[in-house]
Nanobody
């Protein structure tokens, strides 16, 4: 499975960005899709995940501000990020897990929130 992420950039605090990640190759095996992030000097953390049936999970720090969604037909996962804060600055990574529990990672996309 190959993953290609789009949508990172520079935004002012309080603004919005939408990330997207398109999967190709072996997509029938995809179970869950997720976004992780790694902030400067910190470990990578789960931001949000979504399963094939639409069950979602969010980090406490983004609940109410971020929304993950998935277009199964397009094998694409989205992350709508609203009310961005400086602490949301990070490299965001797309992740998929297959039914056989293989994990794939996309190249990160940088999100910078200026205060």
């Amino acid at each position: 499975v190959q993953l290609q992420a789009f949508g990172g950039g520079l935004v002012q605090a309080g603004g919005s960005l939408r990330l997207s990640c398109a999967a190709s190759g072996g997509t029938r095996s995809i179970n869950s899709m997720a976004w992780y992030r790694r902030a400067p000097g910190k470990q990578r953390e789960l931001v949000a995940s979504i399963t094939t049936v639409g069950s979602t999970n969010y980090a406490e720090s983004v609940k109410g501000r971020f929304t993950i969604s998935r277009d199964v037909a397009k094998n694409t996962v989205y992350l709508q990020m609203n009310t961005l804060k400086a602490e949301d600055t990070a490299v965001y990574y797309c992740n998929v897990v297959t039914g056989s529990l293989y994990t794939y990672w996309g190249r990160g996309t940088l999100v910078t929130v200026s205060s």
